[in-house]
T-cell receptor
Framework: EAGVVQSPRYKIIEKKQPVAFWCNPISGHNTLYWYRQNLGQGPELLIRYENEEAVDDSQLPKDRFSAERLKGVDSTLKIQPAELGDSAVYLC???????????FGPGTRLTVL | KQEVTQIPAALSVPEGENLVLNCSFTDSAIYNLQWFRQDPGKGLTSLLLIQSSQREQTSGRLNASLDKSSGRSTLYIAASQPGDSATYLCAVRVNTDKLIFGTGTRLQVFP
């Protein structure tokens, strides 16, 4: 069974440019998460989806970040415009049901110059 | 506000040693606690999950304990191997469905 797929794996952009990350969760997993992990820190939740509904986006900086999960499967996280402080690893995770653990993708490492 | 702390931040040991990683959390109202492993450039892999009603979980050479009342968990690794080298993250699950992570312990096991 394929795990959580993320692309791209690495992205280098200049500040003020837009950037988008894509996530394909494990098949059948209705819950999807986006996390940001700064260097030397643990991941922090940005947004959680139940199917196509964003049920927890309290940590998402809405002035520049947006996310969508069309048809309750794939998800895209966008930053526009990017700032230097956005450099981090962006992790996607999915979960089958409430008692299950979260399964993480390999992440996208973003560097903003 | 729930805060999770991990000690030590880094650890270097020779192969074969038994070792203990520590995790503490400030609010005992947790749903469960998990230990994850993170290899460089890769995502997180769940190692052990302890429900709030449980005291410990074991998987192979790994044993994790949970003391909710004192806000502590330990991950015990027996007979460490170079392949155990990674960052180990502790996370508590709170209220509906949110994981709060510690900053991790970076482990290096040398031959």
């Amino acid at each position: 069974e394929a795990g959580v797929v993320q692309s791209p794996r690495y992205k280098i952009i200049e500040k003020k440019q837009p950037v988008a990350f894509w996530c394909n969760p494990i098949s059948g997993h209705n819950t999807l998460y986006w996390y940001r992990q700064n260097l030397g820190q643990g991941p922090e939740l940005l947004i959680r989806y139940e199917n196509e509904e964003a049920v927890d986006d309290s940590q998402l900086p809405k002035d520049r970040f947006s996310a969508e999960r069309l048809k309750g499967v794939d998800s895209t996280l966008k930053i526009q415009p990017a700032e230097l402080g956005d450099s981090a690893v962006y992790l996607c995770a999915s979960r089958l049901d409430y008692l299950d653990t979260q399964y993480f993708g390999p992440g996208t490492r973003l560097t903003v110059l | 506000k729930q805060e999770v702390t991990q000690i030590p931040a880094a650890l270097s040991v020779p192969e074969g040693e038994n070792l203990v990683l520590n995790c503490s959390f400030t609010d005992s109202a947790i749903y469960n606690l998990q230990w994850f492993r993170q290899d460089p450039g890769k995502g997180l892999t769940s190692l052990l999950l302890i429900q709030s009603s449980q005291r410990e979980q074991t998987s192979g050479r790994l044993n994790a304990s949970l003391d909710k009342s004192s806000g502590r968990s330990t991950l015990y690794i027996a007979a460490s191997q170079p392949g155990d080298s990674a960052t180990y993250l502790c996370a508590v699950r709170v209220n509906t469905d949110k994981l709060i992570f510690g900053t991790g312990t970076r482990l290096q096991v040398f031959p």
